[in-house]
Nanobody
Framework: QVQLVESGGGLVQAGGSLRLSCAAS????????MAWYRQAPGKQREMVAA???????NYADSVKGRFTISRDNAKNTLYLQMNSLKPEDTAVYYC???????????WGQGTQVTVSS
């Protein structure tokens, strides 16, 4: 069964930190480039961070230096460490295979991140 289950979101004050996790079924995760996306109210979904199957990373300019993406291939789990959070980081966060390389057939429910000023 294909699964993407995001967790770790919540309400945090500006300047705070959160760590998101994404448990993915092996059929999705294994040997694939992965990414975190977010969608704020009234806005399109955007990629915020990506990691190749080999561990190379890249970030949207808006989160560079504040967010860190990582993966544990043995656990089929993707992580996003978010530091120095800003109100503009408020969004629902999703993980998935990197849409620049693969067709994204499935999406999870996402996890809500709310940053108060």
């Amino acid at each position: 069964q294909v699964q993407l289950v995001e967790s770790g979101g919540g309400l945090v004050q500006a300047g705070g930190s959160l760590r998101l996790s994404c448990a993915a079924s092996g059929s999705i995760f294994s040997n694939k480039h992965m990414a975190w996306y977010r969608q704020a109210p009234g806005k399109q979904r955007e990629m915020v961070a990506a990691i190749t199957r080999g561990g190379s990373t890249n970030y949207a300019d808006s989160v560079k230096g504040r967010f860190t993406i990582s993966r544990d291939n043995a656990k089929n789990t993707l992580y996003l460490q978010m530091n120095s959070l800003k109100p503009e980081d408020t969004a629902v966060y999703y993980c998935n295979i990197d849409g620049r390389f693969y067709y994204q057939q499935y999406w999870g429910q996402g996890t809500q991140v709310t940053v108060s000023s």
